[in-house]
Antibody, heavy 121, light 108 residues
């Protein structure tokens, strides 16, 4: 069974930093791109970032480009999201999600349970 | 930029009735559309990909249809566990991967 377990969320002041982790199991981790998707309180889903299985390619939403960095350690089956220069509008539940399609398309399954990031003074 | 518009925002349905949810895309996306279900306090769950292919273990009462710019998710006979928020998502080779704003299906 595929499992994704996020950690690292918490309360941080505006301008601060936080690193999220997502530990994966149940599949050949290095074969799949991994993504972060966030959901602000009471709002919809927003794709944040994706990293390819071989770590060579990363993508970012415009809203986080230059502030967030995605990485992965395939030996540890873990994907990370380093979040810097955090703003109040980054407050959200951050979900880790696996690329489901073995081909070129990006839909997400499964998702982790999420970790809450609150940016507030 | 592709814009996804889901309607209605809220759908009130009685248990056992049919629910029809719409997702409109601002430009043709062929069949590159997925649907997700999210229950309160839970992560989203993939229901449909390729506009009409049910994901693993998804009951047959969930069906997807459409192509191009107009898509529909139909729940043929609503069960109590189906009351949730449903999101559509457009996907292509590259980013951004865009979600609709969601349709909440509530008990009438």
């Amino acid at each position: 069974e595929v499992q994704l377990l996020e950690s690292g969320g918490g309360l941080v002041q505006p301008g601060g930093s936080l690193r999220l982790s997502c530990a994966a199991s149940g599949f050949i981790f290095s074969n799949y791109a991994m993504s972060w998707v966030r959901q602000a309180p009471g709002k919809g889903l927003e794709w944040v970032s994706t990293i390819s299985g071989n770590t060579r390619t990363t993508y970012y939403a415009d809203s986080v480009k230059g502030r967030f960095a995605i990485s992965r350690d395939n030996s540890m089956n873990t994907v990370y999201l380093q979040m810097n220069s955090l703003r109040a509008e980054d407050t959200a539940v951050y979900y880790c999600a696996k690329k489901d399609d073995p081909g070129v398309y990006m839909w997400f399954a499964p998702w982790g349970q999420g970790t809450l990031v609150t940016v507030s003074s | 930029e592709i814009v996804m518009t889901q309607s209605p925002a809220t759908l009130s349905v009685s248990p056992g009735e049919r629910a029809t949810l719409s997702c409109r895309v601002s430009q043709s996306v062929s069949s590159n559309l997925a649907w997700y279900q999210q229950k309160p306090g839970q992560a989203p769950r993939l229901l449909i990909y390729g506009a009409s292919t049910r994901a693993t273990d998804i009951p047959a009462r969930f069906s997807g249809s459409g192509s191009g710019t107009e898509f529909t998710l139909t729940i043929s006979s609503l069960q109590s566990e189906d009351f949730a928020v449903y999101y559509c998502q457009y996907y292509n080779y590259g980013p951004p991967w865009t979600f609709g704003q969601g349709t909440k299906v509530e008990i009438k």
